[in-house]
T-cell receptor, first 112, second 118 residues
């Protein structure tokens, strides 16, 4: 189906483990974003990408790694998960800087 | 830091009345985009309205309008004739344009929770 999808929708992992959250969009949008949403903080930008092989840090990049070898995929990796990374993660994509970003359904990650 | 500030953590409005949600931003850019999103309790992010910094007229989309005051760096969302389904969290966001050092950086405010009373 066309759109932007995140997987998994829910994930529980242990402290210290590596975990990858997947994001896939079918529109060939140039821009993609990863956010985390926590109570009292709204959505905070982790990483973003203007095109394949072009990524840049957002507001809270520490502890996260991204890659974008293909336009349609933008995985987010937590190299060594910590409890403070328990959050809801949103991926988004946009075709241009004058139009809205479309969001995935979110991934609820719990680090125990 | 280039911040987005939403000073109203929560607001109430009577059904069928209008409500204004505040948003101010800090930027040195001359050209940028401003967005409002709605997040109902189900969690999805729904785009509402967009305003370009060089747009001469305030953006409108149905019952949503944006009161854009560039000199004051404010972009308040006005919802007219509130409906019960408008109860949600609302986020203001700003986008850095082409040519800036962080092209494509889209950042959000902390959000305002709106409750519509019947």
């Amino acid at each position: 189906d066309a759109g932007i999808t995140q997987s998994p929708r829910y994930k529980i992992t242990e402290t210290g483990r590596q975990v990858t959250l997947m994001c896939h969009q079918t529109w060939s949008h140039s821009y993609m974003f990863w956010y985390r949403q926590d109570l009292g903080h709204g959505l905070r930008l982790i990483y973003y990408s203007a095109a394949a092989d072009i990524t840049d840090k957002g507001e809270v990049p520490d502890g996260y790694v991204v890659s974008r070898s293909k336009t349609e995929n933008f995985p987010l990796t937590l190299e060594s998960a910590t409890r403070s990374q328990t959050s809801v993660y949103f991926c988004a994509s946009s075709s241009s800087l004058n139009t809205e970003a479309f969001f995935g359904q979110g991934t609820r990650l719990t680090v125990v | 830091a280039q911040k987005i500030t939403q000073t109203q953590p929560g607001m109430f409005v009577q059904e069928k009345e209008a409500v204004t949600l505040d948003c101010t931003y800090d930027t040195s850019d001359q050209s940028y985009g401003l967005f409002w999103y709605k997040q109902p309790s189900s969690g999805e992010m729904i785009f509402l309205i967009y305003q370009g910094s060089y747009d001469e007229q305030n953006a409108t989309e149905g019952r949503y309008s944006l009161n854009f005051q560039k000199a004051r760096k404010s972009a308040n969302l006005v919802i007219s004739a509130s409906q019960l389904g408008d109860s949600a969290m609302y986020f203001c966001a700003r986008l850095r344009p082409h040519g800036s050092s962080n092209t494509g950086k889209l950042i959000f405010g902390q959000g305002t929770t709106l409750q519509v009373k019947p």
